[in-house]
């Protein structure tokens, strides 16, 4: 059994301590397990410490049967280590794991409902309460409810407690399993649950609890937080942002989603016109292809290469060419910068030509893949300067 400093003191950083086993790991490891430790291992929805055994890089710290081991990549020389904790990111597990204690008993306050899942990541710290729905109302009135314990700067108390004095405290949630002495963590008159974990000493300490944003998520709502630190840098992180678009707006803050909303509505509306000017453009541009083609027998052929076109665009200028008249349609379009190069071939059916082996011939010339039926076949590869060789072809192919 490790003596589990942080139970009786979270704020230790620094301790020495006995080695009283070394075990190799797979992937050329070594489990440590001292007399002592401060080193908080994974469990109970708080990540691991990290730190150092002397010099030695903590990479992740587990529990197992009371015995507490720490994993590192050298093995220590003496038989006792001074530890060392990465304080930064214990008192960040701190803050949030004593914010998450105080704004789940609001909710269990406010509304009645519990709290059925916590989970402390490096990029999200969030509740599951046992609620169908939470309105910004809602949310907002828990966030002041917890805010206001920490501002009141409340005690935080850790005590192991035993079996039969259990009753006597106001339990938010009971214990998952039969025990001898558990370890209660309570804020005075506002909570007081089992937990294992690592706590401020004062409510103040958690400077700040912001409700990020909530969802429904496997029969509950699932509240997205952050406290302390994480609070601070979300704060940091959102008034850079609004600064950034006020100024690109030249509106206040409080004005961008309204500016924001008129740009979108306005760049809905140009887009619309765009794409009605772009259909006319293309109806008259067919028109073009169509009156100046050449005409075979008793239709056009009308060949063209149209820079810079999608292949989308092309295939819906050789449907518009078709919907004139009669008439084989050779098109091709390239760009250069892009690498790319397309042909649509198509025809009035019934025509005697045959688009699927003609575009395998022009792609014999230029290169890439396609193909299609005998009135409609495209395909294309990466930008060719033979595309006018390749439509020749093509076109030659039909006036024998
Ligand atoms: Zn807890």
Redesign the pocket.
């Known amino acids: 059994m490790t003596e589990k400093l942080y139970y009786a003191d979270s704020y230790q950083k620094e301790f020495s301590a006995k080695v009283e086993e070394l075990h190799p790991l797979a992937g050329d490891l070594w489990g440590i397990v001292l007399d002592r430790t401060a080193f908080y291992p994974e469990g109970?929805?708080?990540p691991c410490d990290t730190g150092w055994l002397d010099d030695i890089p903590v990479q992740a710290v587990l529990e197992k049967d009371g015995s507490i081991m720490h994993v590192t990549a050298t093995r220590p020389v003496g038989n006792t280590v001074v530890g060392r904790l990465n304080w930064r990111r214990r008192f960040d597990h701190m803050q949030q794991?004593s914010g998450?204690?105080i704004l789940s008993a609001v909710f269990a306050d406010l509304f009645g409902r519990e709290n059925i899942g916590?989970h402390l990541g490096a990029d999200a710290v969030y509740i599951d309460v046992t609620m169908d729905s939470l309105t910004g109302e809602q949310a907002a009135a828990a966030e002041a409810a917890a805010n206001a314990v920490v501002f009141a700067n409340l005690p935080v108390k850790c005590q192991m407690v035993s079996d039969h004095d259990l009753a006597k405290f106001p339990l938010r949630k009971q214990p998952a399993k039969g025990f001898a002495k558990l370890r209660l963590?309570s804020v005075a008159g506002v909570d007081c649950?089992p937990?294992?974990?690592t706590?401020v000493a004062a409510s103040g300490e958690i400077g700040l609890i912001k409700i990020r944003s909530w969802e429904r998520k496997a029969g509950a709502v699932r509240v997205d937080f952050v406290c302390g630190g994480r609070a601070l840098e979300d704060y940091r992180l959102n008034s850079s942002v609004a600064r950034e678009l006020s100024v690109r707006l030249s509106v206040p803050v409080a004005e961008v989603p309204a500016a924001a909303e008129r740009h979108l509505s306005r760049l809905e509306a140009l887009n619309k016109q765009l794409q009605a000017a772009r259909q006319e453009l293309a109806g008259r541009l067919a028109d073009d292809l169509y009156e100046k083609a050449d005409i075979f027998t008793d239709m056009r052929l009308v060949v063209s290469v149209i820079p810079d076109a999608t292949a989308a665009e092309l295939a819906d200028l050789a449907k518009t060419v078709l919907a004139r008249g009669r008439a084989v349609v050779f098109l091709a379009t390239g760009n250069a910068e892009l690498n790319k190069s397309h042909f649509v071939f198509a025809c009035t059916p019934g025509t005697s030509a045959n688009m699927g082996g003609l575009l395998k011939k022009a792609l014999a010339v230029t290169g890439g893949k396609g193909g299609g039926s005998a009135h409609l076949a495209q395909g294309g590869g990466i930008w060719s300067d033979k595309l006018e060789d390749a439509l020749r072809l093509a076109r030659e192919d039909v006036i024998g």
Do not use: S
């Open positions: 109970g929805g708080q794991h998450e204690h916590f963590v649950c937990c294992g974990g706590h």
